[in-house]
C-alpha cells in the first residue's frame, strides 16, 4: 500500500506498510523534490556546516562556498566574528565574491563595484550622487537599507555552522548532546588544516547522505577496509542517532575483532592484496578511547570522521537533482609533533575521491542513481536490523538510514 504524501511544492507516492524503511526511488529523480529540499531543508529550520574556523584565521580571509545550492560567503571581520553572508549583491544579484578563498580588507561586486565590509554592511556605491548634476541614486536611497542577506551563525570546536531561520533552536541544540560530544572529542585542540579535495559526484546527494549512515556497507563494498582490517562489520561498535534521528554517529574499534571466518568467500576479502609500504597503516593512538573510526552525519551536510589518524570533515554541496559535489578538508592540530604530521599526510591517502577506502562511495552513489532514474514507481528496502530507526550496539544495521529518512520526511512536510 502506499500514500501519496504532499508539500506546497509536490507530491511523493510514499509507501506506508513498512513505514520510512521503503525510500521511492522518486525522492532521488524528482526536480520538483530537490527545489522542495532547497527550501525547506538547505534555506530551512537547519544548521549547516560552511567551514572550519581555522580556514580564516586572520581578519579580511574569507572562503566562498554553498549551503545546498545557494552560494555563500564565510568572512572573519575586524573584530574577529564570524559572518556568513549570501554570495549575491544587494544591486542586481551578481556574486561578489569569485574566489575560493583569500583576503580583503572589503568585499567589491565587480559587476558595478558595490563595496560591502567584512559584515556584509554596504558602505560605497560609484556614482551615488551622480556625475555633473546627471543620474545618481534617489534623494531617499538608505545604504543600511541594501546590506548583503546575513545568515544566523554558530560554531562548536571551530566547525562553523550557518542558518538562513530566525526561528530554528541554538546550533548546540539543534546538534544535541551526542553530536556535541562527538565533535568536542575529535576537534578537541586547535585544529591546522591540511588541504582540501574536490569530488564531483554525479547522483542525488541524499544517496550519500545514505551511504554514510550505513555501518555494515564496508566489509562488503572497501576491498581496503576489510583485507586490511581496518573496519568490519564484526568489530566492536555502535551505530547512533540523536533523539531527532537526524544525525547519527558509527564507531568501531580496531583489532576488536580478528576473525575472518565470516568473510573469507567475499570479493572485499582478498589475501593476495600486500602494502608495498606497509608504514601507511602505523599510525599512533592519540585519543584516551579505543575508538579507531569515528564517522560522525550532521544533516543535511556533514560528515566529521576520525579513520585512524586521518581527520577531516567532507562537505556536501548540491549541484541539482543528480549531482553533488563532495569537499572534503583534512586536518590536524596545532601542536602535532614532526611524526604525527607525516602519519596524517601519509594516512591522507587513505580517504578523498581516489583514497584507498572511499574511492568506491562515490562511484556507489552513480550506480544507484543511473539504475532508478525509469523505476519511479519502485522503493528501496531498508531493513537490516530490523527496518526501525533504533540505536545499536553493533554494526549490521540500517537503522541510522531510517533515521535519516524518518527526520528527513519530518523535515519536508510529508
Known sequence: MSTILKNK???????????????????FTDKNVYDSEQEKIFRGDNWSFVALEAEIPESGDYKTTFIGDTPVIVMRDEEGQVNVVVNSCAHRGAAVCRELRGNKPNLECVYHQWAYNLKGDLIGVPFRRGIQGNGGMPKDFKMQEHPLRKLRVGSVAGLVFATFSETVESLEDYLGPMTV???????????????????YIKGNWKLYAENTRDPYHASLLHLFH??????????????????????SMLTAIKDSDDS??????????NTEFKLNDPSLLAGRKEFDDDVSLVILAVFPNLVLQQIANTLAVRQICTKGVDAFELVWTQFGFEDDDKEMQAIRLKQGNLIGPAGLISMEDGEAVEIVHDSVIREQDKSSYIAMGGGKAENVDH??????????????REAMGY
Not at 235 to 245: A, E, F, P, R
Not at 260 to 269: C, H, L
Request: proline share 4%; glycine share 8%.
Open 181 to 199: 560530544t562527538a565533535i568536542k572529542r575529535i576537534c578537541s585542540k586547535p585544529i591546522k588544516v591540511l588541504g582540501d579535495q574536490r569530488q
Open 9 to 27: 511544492f509536490n507530491e511523493v507516492n510514499w509507501p506506508e506498510d513498512r513505514g520510512v524503511c521503503e525510500v521511492p526511488y522518486q525522492v
Open 226 to 247: 576489510m583485507t586490511f582490517g581496518l573496519y568490519r562489520s564484526s568489530q566492536k561498535g555502535v551505530s547512533h542517532m540523536d533523539d531527532t534521528k537526524r544525525h
Open 260 to 269: 575472518t571466518e565470516d568473510f573469507k568467500n567475499m570479493r572485499s576479502f
Open 395 to 408: 554494526l549490521v544495521s540500517e537503522g541510522t538510514i531510517v533515521g535519516f529518512w524518518k527526520y528527513y
